[in-house]
């Protein structure tokens, strides 16, 4: 039975009920949007008191009828403070704040609730310094108009006016904490929203929610992972925002357990699975390695739009499955879904990582003639992306110089990178001058043509550039690897050979791996060493490699026969490339390794991308 549905003995009743029931009748009919029967009961009571007219008026503006409320309100042979304050609210709620403010000056007696509706209106209607006025002048401030002040002057940035009317407060509840904390969040002051939520003396899941979102957001995925575990360990359920926050962040970190957990979760809260959950979902699991789970969720919806298309057609083009992610596109325009912008950058991204040139070339020329979608930067960079790595980078420049828009850093930076891979270093030095001309701070160029150089012994050069990174106080972010063992993520940095608790038992796994790969053929590449240092030197710093590190913690702590799934910061250096394939060979396991660019899967000696990266 609906809880709408009313019985017509109880209906009947009600027209013969003592007002005091009549009026409550009235009040309920409203609240569940059976106006008509509201309306039945009240001009079927002989004598209707302000009682009466006050919840006709109140229904009226529960179900947006404002013009009937308004000839309700008309009609009253007597009105109080209650009366005025639910016809103000009728114009607040419908954006006629003219009205409200013609009614507001009007009113005989006003109380607490009838100001911070009107302060609430004028904050709506963004006059935030006109209901700053009223706000002052207001005689009894509660809890709940200064909350809206709050809000209304963290909308427009004003965060210090705003946190003294909150240590102003007398008192706080929730709202007025969380409102505060989710103004600092809005506008980007993350050690000025945790401060306050860590003196927040009771807290429900919305300040939580607030903190990991903009953990999330902001890039400080372990904040954010970690936070949700305190969460649930505060006995604080997590709710649908914090959950999917929570996703985004085990795809960022490639946390794959943590995933798991949050998406069963998400099952056991019984929370609608739309379109956008699973379009999270395919990406979370994508993201951690998992194409299985991946697809299972796109496979087990039927309704899919264009948004969840591009999640799996993504999630393939990124593990470097040109033929799977390309068959998707073509099924998703036969079953009528029409490609967009983020399709494209998908399936061309596809084609680039696998080498099919001739195929991405022909749906960059159908992306406006046959999909009506104009190409954009981002789509010309996978173009230059495409031809650079199969070695066109004439081809490569003709296209940049014939682009229809302006070549943007993410343009020029695709070919630098296809010079560094081709080692066409008279071009380098034209392509990285205009990007340190759109770039001046991106340290990731100086180090590309850093790379080119020392790739040539042209230390100097090296050197300079260098010196001039020092001048402008920029600094190279180092390489860190990140593997998730016992749903703990652990971190290693370059060069950081101590950190780690268990770092000497590492250290000699990493010796061990280096001894093995050496017998199957290994021989380390000094080039990868972007310092002129002795031979000796350059082996120890290739050995000591993020990447290297994790892959010898993941072989003592992840149990045979279950892949070791490791996240790097920055794209794997070649050096690293041709070791964890053999390191995959001689210890005989599954390591799935996703860099700044694409994933890795090293089985039997070799790699997913067939060497073509």
Request: hydrophobic share 40%; proline share 3%.
């Amino acid at each position: 039975m609906s809880f709408l549905f009313i019985p017509r003995r109880t209906y009947s009743a009600a027209l013969t009920a003592p007002f005091s029931c009549s009026n409550s009748q009235i009040s309920y009919f409203a609240r569940c949007g059976q106006i008509d029967r509201a309306r039945q009961v009240f001009e079927q009571l002989p004598d209707k008191t302000v009682v009466s007219w006050n919840a006709i008026v109140a229904g009226y503006v529960k179900n947006g009828m404002t013009w009937e409320a308004r000839e309700a309100f008309d009609k009253m042979p007597e009105r109080n403070v209650v009366s005025w304050t639910a016809m103000l609210r009728g114009y607040v709620q419908e954006g006629m704040i003219g009205e409200a403010e013609r009614l507001f000056s009007q009113m005989p007696v006003r109380n607490v609730v009838s100001w911070t509706v009107m302060i609430g209106g004028l904050i709506e209607d963004g006059r935030v310094d006109e209901a700053l006025k009223l706000f002052y002048v207001m005689p009894v401030k509660d809890v709940v108009a200064r909350t809206n002040m709050i809000g209304g002057l963290c909308s427009e940035g004003r965060l210090k006016e705003a946190r003294e009317i909150f240590d102003e407060m007398p008192e706080r509840n929730v709202v007025a904490w969380t409102t505060m904390i989710n103004g600092y969040v809005i506008h980007d002051k993350v050690d000025l929203a945790r401060k306050l939520f860590e003196v927040m003396p009771e807290k429900d899941d919305v300040p939580w929610s607030s903190m990991i979102k903009v953990y999330e957001r902001k890039g400080f995925e372990l904040e954010a992972l970690s936070l949700f575990r305190l969460m649930q360990l505060q006995g604080i359920r997590p709710n649908f925002p914090s959950m999917i926050s929570t996703l985004s962040v085990c795809g960022s970190l490639a946390t794959l357990n943590h995933g798991r957990e949050v998406h069963a979760q998400l099952v056991r809260s019984l929370f609608d699975c739309d379109v956008y959950v699973c379009s999270v979902l395919i990406t979370m699991y994508m993201k951690c390695g998992d194409l299985v789970n991946g697809k299972r969720v796109f496979d087990r919806f039927t309704s899919k739009d264009t948004v969840m298309w591009n999640s799996i057609i993504t999630g393939y083009a990124q593990h470097g499955l040109g033929k799977e992610a390309l068959q998707v596109f073509y099924d998703m325009v036969s079953s009528g879904v029409p490609p967009d912008e983020v399709t494209f950058i998908g399936v061309l991204s596809a084609c680039s990582y696998t080498g099919r040139v001739k195929e991405g070339l022909q749906l960059f020329e159908s992306m406006k003639s046959k999909y009506l979608v104009n190409p954009k930067t981002e789509h010309y960079s996978c173009v230059v992306d495409l031809l650079g790595r199969a070695g066109k980078l004439n081809e490569a420049m003709n296209l940049i110089r014939d682009m229809s828009v302006e070549a943007d850093a993410c343009v020029w930076g695709a070919l630098l990178g296809a010079c560094r891979i081709h080692n066409r270093l008279d071009m380098a030095e034209v392509v990285a001058k205009k990007l340190l001309l759109l770039e001046p701070e991106n340290t990731g160029h100086y180090i590309l043509l850093s790379n080119i150089y020392s790739s040539q012994g042209r230390w100097r050069d090296v050197a300079a550039l260098r010196s001039n990174m020092r001048v402008q106080s920029l600094s190279k972010s180092p390489g860190c690897s990140w593997i998730e063992v016992e749903k703990k993520v652990h971190t290693f940095t370059g060069g950081d050979i101590t950190s780690h608790p268990e770092h000497a038992v590492i250290l000699r796994m990493v010796e061990k791996l280096d001894g093995l790969i050496i017998e199957v053929g290994y021989s380390p590449d000094g080039s990868f060493v972007l310092h002129d240092v002795e031979e000796e030197e350059k082996v120890h710093n290739l050995r000591h490699h993020s990447e290297k590190l994790a892959v010898a913690y993941g072989i003592l702590k992840v149990p045979k026969g279950m892949p070791i799934r490791i996240m790097k910061n920055l794209r794997v250096c070649g050096d690293c490339h041709a070791a964890i394939k053999l390191i995959a060979k001689v210890t005989e396991r599954e390591i799935v390794l996703r860099d700044a660019n694409r994933f890795h899967h090293f089985k039997d000696g070799s790699c997913s991308c067939g060497d073509y990266w």
